[in-house]
């Protein structure tokens, strides 16, 4: 069970300050209308995520609903072929694909708690919304999930399975039709509904708490990684951590027990899509400026009068032209470094995994994968790669890079 770490006035790695600031990014930016809703999370969920009750319940589905704990498990060729060892964290073995499912049973059953009925979610890869409208089917509730049109093109095996388990899954049709449009949608929803709809944000972005929120139901993923690698190394701490980083919600689970140790190097991997600066890109740091978006401040990609830049990435999950305001902090601070894969390198890499370790990766993951190309690794260092979520999802992608190739 997660220890509960009360925020202090000055903030740590793991925990924000009072006002929800990680160093200077952060916060709550909201219209009125919101904030009711969002004062009542403020003051509750801390006191209601560690209830005996809530932490039991939380528990039981994580191990017998979700499939926790995802194994640690040795890839022993993609070890061999960078010659160093690398340890790949299954979160696409967990129940639905993802590690979506981890956050979505948390706020489901905060949102239980706090008396709300109606769920709303947006998404990009589909991968958080099928996790919603799966737990609210688990616990009768409705769910409306917003997704932008063309990632409803592009990701038809999700919106299917959202519509099979009772969602009602509404298009985002302006701006680029991805994931930022289909936040948009969602807040607009909440504002309209504040009394009876709990908005299950599905990263650590947003106005505070959710990126605290987020990150503590993210984290039983490195609570897990530690245990493991005790059994199988001797020791708790990895030399490299690395996750693929959008709005950051797999990083953020996969860094948090391992923030405050500057022994285990971070690393985030973001999308550089057709090149950094090759205007088709949401590598967010290295193109960002701080910024207000979708609620807190942060590093968002944006225009010189402050315009958001549309973004672009082979990997829907990838598509947000900003950052959790936890990562911008990481990027800032250096405590993690921040690292980038283009949309070709991604499938490179993915088809890679596949033929080496019989896993076919979702292409949010296969950016971390793809950066360890960019790595200095050592014989004797020891890696573990968040496989954030499988390919299922990414096949007409996929054979579509196949049919080109012939």
Not at 384 to 401: H, P, Q
């Amino acid at each position: 069970m997660i220890n509960i770490v009360t925020p202090n006035n000055k903030g740590t790695y793991k925990q924000p300050d009072i006002f929800g600031y990680y160093g200077s990014f952060g916060g709550a930016y909201i219209p009125e209308m919101l904030h009711s809703n969002v004062e009542e999370l403020k003051e509750k969920y801390l006191q209601i995520m560690y209830e005996e009750s809530f932490q039991k319940e939380f528990q039981h589905l994580l191990h017998d609903y979700a499939g926790r704990p995802t194994p640690l498990f040795l890839a022993e060729r993609l070890s061999k072929q960078f010659n160093t060892k690398i340890y790949l964290k299954r979160e696409d073995l967990n129940h639905t694909g993802a590690h979506k499912i981890n956050n979505a049973i948390g706020q489901v059953l905060l949102a239980l708690r706090l008396g709300k009925k109606r769920i709303i979610a947006e998404t990009g890869a589909g991968q958080h919304g099928v996790a919603t409208a799966t737990v609210c089917a688990l616990k009768g509730l409705e769910c409306i999930v917003y997704m932008g049109e063309v990632d409803m093109e592009r990701q038809q095996p999700n919106v299917a399975r959202m519509r099979m388990l009772g969602a009602t899954v509404l298009p985002a049709t302006s701006g680029s039709k991805t994931l930022k449009d289909a936040t948009n949608e969602a807040i607009r929803d909440w504002i309209n509904n504040p009394n009876d709809t709990h908005y299950v944000i599905g990263s650590v972005v947003g106005p505070h708490p959710y990126p605290d929120m987020v990150a503590r139901f993210q984290s039983v993923i490195s609570e897990e990684m530690k245990k493991q690698l005790k059994e199988k190394e001797g020791t708790e701490l990895p030399d490299y951590v690395v996750a693929c980083v959008g709005g950051g919600s797999n990083a953020a689970g996969a860094f948090y027990h391992f923030l405050d140790d500057p022994k285990v190097q971070l690393v985030a991997v973001e999308a550089a899509g057709c090149g950094i600066n090759s205007g088709m890109s949401a590598a967010t740091t290295q193109l960002g400026k701080p910024g207000v978006l979708h609620g807190s401040k942060s590093l968002v990609m944006q225009t010189p009068d402050g315009q958001v830049v549309e973004p672009h990435s082979i990997s829907a999950g990838l598509d947000y032209p900003g950052i959790g305001p936890l990562h911008a902090h990481l990027y800032e601070s250096g405590r993690a470094k921040f690292l980038s894969a283009t949309d070709k390198e991604s499938l490179d890499a993915a088809f890679n995994l596949t033929k080496m370790e019989g896993i076919i990766p979702a292409l949010e993951s296969a950016h971390a994968l793809a950066a360890l190309k960019q790595m200095k690794l050592k014989p004797t260092d020891v890696t573990i790669l968040c496989l954030s979520g499988r390919g299922d999802k990414d096949l007409a992608t996929y054979m579509k890079a196949m049919e080109s190739n012939q």
